[in-house]
């Protein structure tokens, strides 16, 4: 079955850690992105990537990093300079330009203790 | 910057009720609009989305919503609600300008159904 995976689903990390969030889509997608979900605040972007070897900043990149070497994966790094980590992080695809559905993975739901 | 407003933050209902989540917009060039559903703990998956055409869009699960341009609405409504149908919707836009599938979330209306 084609889809999105992200893993892991839970994840804890001690503060000045940094963590990576794995991404993977056999949609044959061009176009990836991460989001933030925090309670009441609906999804904010982080980074997208429309092609291989290329991704831009979203509207809250500040203390996150991510890669696209592979057309299939596009993971994502929070670093130790992300000052509240803690959230809902949503992984999703698309065929790339406008109008197109956004698909979007299960989450991965990171807590730092 | 275009910007999606969500009217209700919760909306609790009985089943088999009828129910309207409303859905606001500001777009100054044309938009498609989409509504998403989030079960607990889980990813979103596209209820519908109004890209051109019939202002009426059906969706699955039986939810349909209406695309207003004069007054920048898109609102889901379903006849009669299940249990099932709890979770928490989320109305998006997509920037025709932004040169990339750029979606914007609204914050979100979290829906109770009751029996």
């Known amino acids: 079955d084609g889809g999105i995976t992200q893993s892991p689903k839970y994840l804890f990390r001690k503060e000045g850690q940094n963590v990576t969030l794995s991404c993977e889509q056999n949609?044959?997608?061009?176009?990836m992105y991460w989001y933030r979900q925090d309670p009441g605040q609906g999804l904010r972007l982080i980074y997208y990537?429309?092609?291989?070897?290329?991704?831009q900043k979203g509207d809250i990149a500040e203390g996150y990093s991510v890669s696209r070497e592979k057309k299939e994966s596009f993971p994502l790094t929070v670093t130790s300079a992300q000052k509240n980590p803690t959230a809902f992080y949503l992984c999703?695809?698309?065929?790339?330009?406008?109008?197109?559905?956004?698909?979007f993975g299960p989450g991965t739901r990171l807590t730092v203790l | 910057a275009q910007s999606v407003t969500q009217l209700d933050s919760q909306v609790p209902v009985f089943e088999e009720a009828p129910v309207e989540l409303r859905c606001n917009y500001s777009?100054?060039?044309?938009?498609?609009l989409f509504w998403y559903v989030q079960y607990p703990n889980q990813g979103l998956q596209l209820l519908l989305k109004?890209?051109?055409?019939?202002?009426l869009v059906k969706g699955i699960n039986g939810f349909e919503a209406e695309f207003n341009k004069s007054q920048t609405s898109f609102h889901l409504r379903k006849p009669s609600v299940h249990i099932s149908d709890t979770a928490e919707y989320f109305c998006?836009?997509?920037?025709?300008?932004?040169?990339?599938?750029?979606?914007?979330f609204g914050a979100g209306t979290r829906l109770a159904v009751h029996p």
């Open positions: 109004y890209l051109s055409g019939s202002t």
């Open positions: 949609l044959n997608h061009d176009a």
């Open positions: 998006a836009v997509s920037d025709l300008a932004g040169g990339y599938n750029k979606l914007i």
């Open positions: 999703a695809s698309s065929l790339g330009g406008s109008g197109y559905e956004q698909f």
């Open positions: 990537s429309q092609i291989v070897n290329d991704f």
């Open positions: 777009s100054s060039v044309s938009v498609y």
